[in-house]
């Protein structure tokens, strides 16, 4: 998989897009009466979706490649050891 990434714009100059989304009755009234910027909540939440998403695609894509590393390492030690002060 090959994910685009997105190029952040400072908060003020981001396009937005109009969308629908259907959430919670009870929780939109409340986030109402408590003045939450539902569009902005919603923005981050999603963005923050994104990344995790993003983070775990990462990480199938390169399974192999950790599990060949971690193998590798577990067989032969890590190969600069003998220059750690630890």
């Given at each position: 998989?090959?994910?685009?990434?997105?190029?952040?714009?400072?908060?003020?100059?981001?396009?937005?897009?109009?969308?629908?989304?259907?959430?919670?009755?009870?929780?939109?009234?409340?986030?109402?009466?408590?003045?939450?910027?539902?569009?902005?909540?919603?923005?981050?939440?999603l963005e923050k979706a994104v990344k995790i998403a993003r983070g775990e695609a990462w990480?199938?894509?390169?399974?192999?490649?950790?599990?060949?590393?971690?193998?590798?390492?577990?067989?032969?030690?890590?190969?600069?050891?003998?220059?750690?002060?630890?």
């Amino acid at each position: 998989m090959n994910h685009a990434r997105i190029q952040k714009a400072p908060r003020g100059r981001r396009k937005s897009v109009p969308t629908n989304v259907s959430l919670d009755a009870a929780l939109v009234a409340e986030a109402r009466e408590l003045g939450v910027n539902i569009s902005q909540a919603s923005s981050e939440g999603l963005e923050k979706a994104v990344k995790i998403a993003r983070g775990e695609a990462w990480l199938e894509e390169n399974r192999a490649a950790l599990q060949w590393w971690n193998n590798y390492v577990e067989e032969n030690g890590l190969p600069l050891a003998k220059y750690r002060l630890f």
